[in-house]
């Protein structure tokens, strides 16, 4: 199979991953409020059970990611990181109890940890100029899952049967669901992924610049090159052998370090210091906290919310879902577009604007809601748009820009390090805002807060929210 082929459907398989992680939490998300209900669980279990998938993702997404960084494999994580969703969504399905949901809920968010490597492994095999436009890609395909989503639901709540001992039913059906969907991912991973390094995309467009290209990017001379070949140059470095025709002998090894050197040990010269406590790096960091915190707190309320003031069910919700999904999709291929055009510092500071307008909105009007349903239902739908409008510029922008001003050796780990900075986010929003969602302005007040810190943050650090000029260690300069 040609290189090119095999890095299509390595790439849509990832994109397949990140959907089935969007569905899952599309399907589960709008019923496992009432399901919790049905098993007499006190209204603080909703962001227990949330923050016990968040939670879980946190501890093993660094762990994954140091593996791929020290292997170089990311296929065998993602098949062992799949178990632990397929057996969490069987104990959703069984559902005796709270503590059984609860635990459902805390062994599946395993699974999410291999998105640290995934990310280090797309860092590792796209260009930097492409990078925006891959992860919008892939963000979209989960963003693509959550739309989709609720349209299973729709089906998925008609559910009433038994299958053998097992009760099938509205609640218990998104679980066994997921476990099937899950176990398809496991053939098309072992059939469709590849570990092999994948040339960056160039694209049609400079396909007749390829040759020219490699010629720029590459020595044309190694030290383990045959020597006795024709041509000369004129000032040789040291230890380095011509080479006929400036073409790399058929038999020579491609020009990579060796694998003692540049595989074995990427940490060699890791700095937890050098690399993490950077001013623009814990801007990027902070960023990714804060959104999710607000996101989650929001998501966490809503259900609560629409069942109080509009008394809304599993299948309304499941549509609000779904145009959601179709706002967020749109949002994501309208900033593919503008990444290619603009700085994604610039991307970022459009994104946190319309998450501060947001905030305004809803704390002004949904803290304590106003007027009869009409007026009500407009002001819910305002803020919940203007919530979703702003999450792809910020989630893109600082996804990529984190992957460029971070050492490309070890961007499984440093993806595992984020990952887990919104696993806590993903863990203290719920549980912040199942405690008080009979306290609005409490909550929404201290959201608004830390997106105030936040946009002073980058506002002081605007200037250094750009790609380094080389991504490897600090240490590795000195060579």
């Known amino acids: 199979m040609d290189p090119q082929r095999r890095r299509n459907l390595t790439f849509f398989t990832i994109g397949l991953v990140f959907l089935l992680s969007g569905i899952e939490y599309a399907v589960i998300l709008p019923t496992i409020w009432r399901y919790l209900q049905t098993l007499g669980a006190p209204p603080y279990f909703l962001g227990l059970s949330l923050s016990a998938f968040s939670f879980s993702g946190l501890l093993c997404g660094p762990l ?33 109890s709270k503590w059984l949901l609860l635990s459902s809920r805390l062994v599946a968010g395993i699974g999410i940890g291999a998105g640290s490597s995934i990310f280090g492994f797309l860092t590792r095999n796209t260009a930097p100029e492409d990078r925006s436009t891959i992860f919008a890609i892939v963000m979209a395909c989960r963003q693509a899952g959550l739309l989709i989503g609720p349209a299973f639901n729709i089906f998925l709540r008609l559910c009433d049967f038994q299958l053998g001992p097992f009760v099938v039913n509205k609640y218990t059906a998104p679980g066994i669901f997921m476990c099937l969907l899950w176990l398809l991912l496991q053939l098309v991973v072992l059939l469709m992924f590849w570990d092999v390094p994948l040339q960056p995309s160039r694209g049609p467009a400079k396909e007749e610049d390829e040759e020219e290209e490699e010629d720029e990017g590459r020595p ?25 025709n400036g073409n790399l002998p058929q038999n020579s090894p491609p020009p990579s370090p060796p694998l003692d050197q540049g595989q074995s040990s990427p940490f060699r010269r890791f700095s937890v210091r050098r690399e993490f406590l950077r001013e623009e790096v814990v801007v990027l960091l902070t960023a990714q906290f804060i959104t999710l915190f607000n ?5 966490t309320m809503v259900t609560p919310l629409t069942q109080k003031y509009f008394n809304f069910g599993e299948l309304e919700n499941s549509i609000m879902y779904c145009v959601c999904g179709v706002e967020v999709i749109a949002g994501f ?27 305004v909105w809803c704390l002004i009007f949904l803290a304590n809601p106003q007027g009869g349903f009409p007026w009500q239902l407009g002001e819910f739908i305002t803020g919940v748009f203007l919530q ?24 499984g780990f440093s993806h595992g390090v984020r990952r887990s900075v919104g696993g806590l986010a993903t863990i203290f929003g719920p549980l912040w805002a199942g405690g008080l969602t009979s306290s609005l302005y409490v909550m929404l007040g201290v959201m608004m807060a830390l997106l105030a810190l936040l946009t002073i943050m980058m506002a002081f650090s605007y200037e250094r929210l750009v790609e380094r000029p080389t991504v490897e260690h600090a240490g590795d300069s000195e060579e």
């Not at 702003?390 to 070890?410: C, N, R």
């Open 333 to 359: 291929v309208f900033v593919r577009w503008l990444s290619r055009r603009v700085a994604e510092r610039v991307v970022l500071a459009v994104g946190l604007i319309l998450c501060n307008i947001s905030c």
């Open 295 to 299: 996101q989650t707190a929001l998501e």
């Open 388 to 411: 979703v409008l702003g999450l792809p510029f910020v989630a893109v922008a600082q996804v990529s820009l984190f992957s460029k001003i971070t050492a490309e050796k070890t961007q």
């Open 220 to 244: 044309l001379v190694q030290p383990h090159d045959l020597t006795g070949s024709y041509g000369t140059l004129s000032t040789p470095p040291p230890r380095v052998q011509p080479v006929a």
């Open 64 to 96: 994954f990611g140091l593996i791929s960084d020290r292997t170089r494999t990311t296929k065998k994580i993602i098949l062992f990181a799949n178990c632990f969703e397929i057996v969490g969504n069987f104990m959703y399905f069984l559902g005796y």
